[in-house]
């Protein structure tokens, strides 16, 4: 396994992850659900998937670090400002919510295990591996932080 860790592009992830709930919706039984009631999930995850990439981005860009998750080697800072007061990844917040978006809108019980199974891969082969090189790099710093702030939410 440490053969993939910051091997694999999350977005890359997420795509594969995304067709194959499709894949198993396609094969299983629907959720009997409420057209409103669904479409509503739909919605609250994709917009929270936003809410909690978009600031990430514009947070990296003021600190002048890298967001490829693949050369970590590449990050000048560790930042701890705005949305990463309340979480050490945003980003990967950001895209299990639009995997969750998407479990509502496929409305199959199989497809809920896609955002489980991202969270469970980015964990170990993403954040995990990415939480070593940092704190090899910016010590002290990046330990105080990881110690204050939750690693999903």
């Known amino acids: 396994m440490q053969s993939l860790e910051n091997r694999v592009p ?5 795509l594969v992850v995304a067709a194959a709930m499709w894949g198993a919706s396609s094969n299983s039984p629907s959720l009997v659900a409420n057209g409103v009631v669904r479409y509503s999930f739909v ?11 978009a600031p990430s981005f514009r947070a990296f860009g003021r600190a002048r670090t890298t967001i490829d998750p693949i050369q970590i080697d590449r990050a000048s800072a560790v930042v701890t ?14 895209l299990t919510s639009l995997l969750l978006s998407w479990a509502a809108y496929l409305a199959s019980p199989w497809s809920f295990l896609g955002p489980i199974v991202f ?32 690693r999903w939410l």
């Not at 609250?44 to 990439?53: I, Q, S, Y």
């Not at 400002?81 to 950001?94: D, E, H, S």
């Not at 993403?126 to 932080?145: M, N, S, V, W």
């Open 10 to 14: 999350p977005p890359l992830v997420t």
């Open 43 to 53: 919605v609250v995850f994709f917009w929270l998937g936003g809410l909690f990439a």
């Open 81 to 94: 400002t705005g949305i990463y007061r309340i979480t050490r990844n945003p980003m990967y917040v950001g």
């Open 119 to 150: 969270a469970l891969f980015i964990t170990r082969l993403q954040i995990i591996p990415e939480e070593r090189a940092l704190t090899a790099k910016f010590g002290a710093a990046c330990t105080d932080y990881r110690s204050g702030v939750r």
